[in-house]
């Protein structure tokens, strides 16, 4: 059903990683509504876009506060219309080992990067169900995979992860798809120096991830191309899981 042009909401969207994923997609002439927690960074972000000729609109809103999302939704239908595709880009990396963590900064983590994913989905596949077609993409992590040494980040994106194959029985027979993609390193201001480092001598492709390339997946996700692909966990990471020594902190 693709059509030529989507309403496409993607939360975090003024983060590093959605750069990409924006340009990408909007390069595809879709409508990109980004959603951010700051208006300002949302709409510095859809500045962005429509300076490289797109086409976007910012919306701000809590992705944990159900009734803020309820809100978000009521607007976007009002100035924009359905929602066709949801990307649940927001996250957060909580860089405290067990020893450094507490119970109020893993339930931040896991409200954020689980919680968050699961109040958009509830809220905005009503559109896409009246319509009998949708696509969620969520941006997960290998860290949902392999584990991670920040506890909390890794047991919020395993979360994701189930939470997604989860959701097939509700959205059987729907023309909904719903899949997760599991990025390694990405380039982003976030990556600190070491870890470049080891991705050059640990990874075999020996690359980090251009947020581009996390858009061109999105953007396959979203096609007829892939409307077989369906609660899959979509790995992108230069074959670092193979290894899954990327971050052994023990080894010399």
Known sequence: MTANSLNILITGAAGGMCEGINSRLAQAGHHIICLDLDLDRSEAAALKIREQGGKATAFAADVCDEQAVA???QQIR???GAVQVLVNAAGI???KYLKDSDAQ???RAIDINLVGPFVMIKEFSEDMLQAGWGRIVN???IAGTTGYPYPSYAASKAGLANLTRSLLEDFWGTGLTVNNICPGVVDTPMVID?????VRRRVPTG???DPAEIGGLVNFLISDDAKNINGTNMLIDGGATQLFSLFNNHED
Do not use: E, G, P
Not at 194 to 198: M, N
């Open 71 to 73: 809100t978000l939704h």
């Open 78 to 80: 009002d100035h924009i």
């Open 93 to 95: 990396l909580d860089r």
């Open 105 to 107: 900064s893993f339930r």
């Open 139 to 141: 941006i997960a992590s």
């Open 194 to 198: 070491s870890v470049r480092q080891q």
């Open 207 to 209: 690359n980090i991830i």
